[in-house]
């Protein structure tokens, strides 16, 4: 799966002038984040972090990965209108995991008082790894599905031309011409903004529902400007906000200061370290409103590591999306192997095979947002402690992937120029929009790609591991 860099990689001089032009492309682009140092302030920014070159993807895989998104959009949302089949599936996690049982208690609460919200957004980002089996031909796995706060839809829009321009540098123009257009941050806002105008007030705003600390603003920049162009009104509020702030009316309208919010896209809420007692309270009032959340709290459970354990079982999709028996082979296809860690003889076996033998799986807990996972000895240890407890259901495990690294240049800001061997990560955007038992809108919107070096087991570009890249199709 080479791409064609490998005289490249070996001349230096070559290497340290395109490193110079690339950051200063990145710089021109836009691909910025803040510093850590002042993640709050944009008086002093830097680039996020990226590959020098672009990667090499299988264009049978990655053609795959768009085929299927649509029906992932699908399948999340028969999940989410699905209240039996969360009920069951969360019904041992919730028991010893106390933020996905808060998660379901306000679930709960809304169905029993009625939803109030008729018109549903769901903006996910479905990650895979291109796994080398046994006889080294590559195939397209499916990691997890993100459908909460999918970040970098907005910094990917802009990384290709910075890929492009240091190809063009380096005398690849022909190789240039080949990157693909990428605009995730167009199709996410063109679904934020249907669900703006199915909700059917002209003067409502959106609302962008943020962390308390954000560096990663100029990637949500991009959808809002996306907004502002399409003159919807944009606000940017966090949890203690809705908490002091935030109301509802008699008809379950959502006001902040005042000012009506047709939709509430969430870049925040998805780990236990954003909810205290009042930001939950916050959650509380944002789901019971008639607002369109991006993701309402059940899209959200979707979401989960082990509804994405249950999906393997045999006959759970067909259950979910009976008759589209097209889509579930493509679905299916896309699956590595995935175990419940259940108390009870199964759990029991794939612990004690886990125990034996690490370096065949990953142990996943109900986490989003990358660094969560435990692989090799630290999953032994974890494991052992756990395995008789009813803890170990907090957990799956799901199949290592092997993928074939490759070489490439990491560049970060205030890190030396060292060439790394390699893994990446594909993501696909899916956007859509129901309303009501309609769906009005169900696309694939755009692509992300993420590399780090093989020795980072895990985390992505905001937790500090990843870096972004532009695909180059082999």
Not at 52 to 78: C, G, M, R, W
Not at 189 to 216: C, D, H, P, T
Not at 282 to 301: G, H, N, Y
Request: aromatic share 8%; hydrophobic share 40%.
């Amino acid at each position: 799966m080479a791409a064609p860099w490998e005289d490249i990689l070996r001349n230096k001089p070559a290497v340290q002038e395109a490193a110079s032009v690339a950051v200063d492309a990145a710089l021109l682009e836009g691909v910025l984040m803040r510093t850590e140092r002042e993640p709050n302030a944009s008086d002093v920014v830097s680039y996020a972090p990226f590959t020098l070159l672009p990667s090499a993807v299988p264009s049978a895989l990655f053609e795959q990965a768009y085929a299927v998104q649509q029906d992932f959009n699908l399948l999340v949302d028969a999940i989410s209108q699905n209240k039996e089949f969360l009920e069951r599936t969360l019904a041992s996690t919730i028991k010893v995991d106390d933020f996905t049982a808060r998660l379901f208690r306000i679930h709960m609460q809304v169905l029993e008082e009625g939803l109030a919200q008729s018109v549903f957004l769901g903006i996910n980002r479905s990650d895979y790894m291109f796994d080398c089996g046994v006889d080294g031909t590559p195939a397209l796995k499916q990691i997890e599905i993100n459908t909460i706060a999918a970040s970098f839809g907005g910094l990917t829009s802009r990384t290709a031309a910075v890929h492009g321009q240091v190809l063009k540098v380096l005398g690849r123009s022909e190789e240039a011409s080949r990157l693909l257009p990428n605009n995730p941050s167009k199709g996410l806002a063109l679904g934020i903004a249907k669900a703006w105008e199915l909700y059917g007030s002209q003067s409502a705003v959106v609302m962008f529902l943020v962390e308390e600390v954000q560096r990663n603003i100029f990637d949500q920049r991009c959808v809002e400007n996306e907004l502002w162009n399409r003159n919807i009104r944009v606000i940017r509020k966090r949890f203690r906000d809705v908490f002091e702030k935030g109301s509802l009316d008699d008809a379950k309208r959502l006001y902040m200061d005042g000012q009506e919010v047709a939709v509430v896209y969430y870049r925040e809420g998805y780990v236990p370290k954003n909810y205290d007692q009042q930001n939950w309270e916050a959650r509380l009032l944002l789901e019971r409103s008639r607002a369109v959340k991006c993701p309402d709290i059940a899209t959200q459970l979707a979401g989960t590591k082990k509804v994405q354990q249950e999906l393997s079982r045999p006959g759970t999709l067909e259950r979910l999306l009976p008759g589209r028996t097209e889509a579930i082979a493509r679905i299916r296809a896309t699956f590595a192997g995935l175990y419940s860690l259940d108390m009870g003889e199964e759990g029991d076996k794939i612990a004690a095979t886990a125990i034996a033998d690490p370096d065949r799986f990953v142990l996943k807990p109900q986490r989003e947002g990358g660094g969560n996972n435990l692989y090799g000895e630290e999953l032994r240890q974890v494991l052992e402690k756990i395995r008789d407890s009813p803890e170990r259901t907090s957990y799956i495990l799901m199949d290592k992937i092997k993928p074939q690294p490759a070489m490439n240049y990491l560049l970060r800001a205030h890190s030396p120029l060292q060439v790394s061997e390699c893994i990446s990560e594909l993501g696909i955007f899916g956007v859509y929009v129901r309303q009501g038992k309609e769906m009005v809108m169900n696309n694939a919107a755009g692509h992300l790609l993420r590399t780090k070096a093989i020795e980072h087991a895990d985390g992505g570009v905001a937790a500090g591991v990843a870096v972004l890249d532009t695909p180059y199709l082999v």
